[in-house]
């Protein structure tokens, strides 16, 4: 079945870049997500992949794809205190909205002054 | 543009009582899912509609859990009776083929005491 690992808790210092990783088991995922929550809100979108690509940069953001080893990761550059939050990775097979989304348990992101 | 709008934001019951959530998805959007958060995991996909139609409800506790979208825009998840497990945060998504992009709403968190 779909299983997405991520690990729980990740600590950085404000101003480091943070890498956020995930692993999937799905080898017929073809979108990959990263969703950012903060405390009390929804789900934000913040940037996807196609199975096709192995990296994709948006900004602070580059998310890195290894398909033969089914790993993604997110780095996230000069980290600052509004990057705290939860971030999850998730998987779909056809993306484009036409599939419902699994997702990782999330990674806390905590940010030390 | 507004977004997904859900209302109760927080609900208690009681165990055994019944419970129903609503979701308003984004003008024009076919497709709406709703998902179930347990406190320290991601989300789990519930149902998902397009238009007035069930997509994909495989994970959804049919003993319990029922959801419509009757005309194909608002959406009703009800849960009868409610048990201690189904405390979580229940969130209602939608999406268009447009951009694919799944947008969340801010969730209804449900207490079962």
């Known amino acids: 079945g779909e299983d997405v690992e991520q690990s729980l808790f990740l600590s950085v210092r404000e101003g480091d870049s943070s890498v956020i990783n995930c692993t999937y088991t799905?080898?017929?995922?073809?979108?990959l997500y990263w969703y950012k929550q903060e405390p009390g809100a929804g789900l934000q979108l913040l940037t996807y992949?196609?199975?096709?690509?192995d990296m994709k940069q948006d900004q602070r953001l580059t998310v890195l794809l290894n398909k033969k080893d089914k790993h993604l990761s997110l780095r996230i550059a000069d980290t600052q205190t509004g990057d705290s939050a939860i971030y999850f990775c998730?998987?779909?097979?056809?993306?484009?909205?036409?599939?419902?989304?699994?997702f990782g348990k999330g990674t806390h992101l905590i940010i030390q002054p | 543009e507004a977004g997904v709008a859900q209302s109760p934001r927080y609900k208690i019951i009681e165990k055994r009582q019944s419970v129903a959530f609503w979701c308003n998805p984004i003008?024009?959007?076919?497709?709406l899912y709703w998902y179930q958060q347990i406190l320290g995991q991601g989300p789990k996909l519930l149902i998902q509609?397009?238009?007035?139609?069930?997509?994909?409800d495989s994970q959804l506790p049919k003993d319990r859990f029922s959801a419509e979208r009757l005309k194909g825009v608002d959406s009703t998840l009800k849960i009868q009776p409610a048990k201690l497990e189904d405390s979580a945060v229940y969130l209602c998504?939608?999406?268009?083929?447009?951009?694919?992009?799944?947008?969340f709403g801010p969730g209804t968190r449900l207490t079962v005491t």
């Open positions: 998504a939608s999406s268009s083929r447009l951009d694919g992009e799944q947008y």
């Open positions: 799905d080898s017929s995922s073809t979108y």
């Open positions: 992949i196609f199975s096709n690509m």
């Open positions: 998730a998987e779909s097979y056809s993306g484009g909205g036409a599939d419902g989304l699994t």
């Open positions: 003008s024009g959007h076919a497709t």
């Open positions: 509609f397009q238009n007035n139609g069930v997509v994909d």
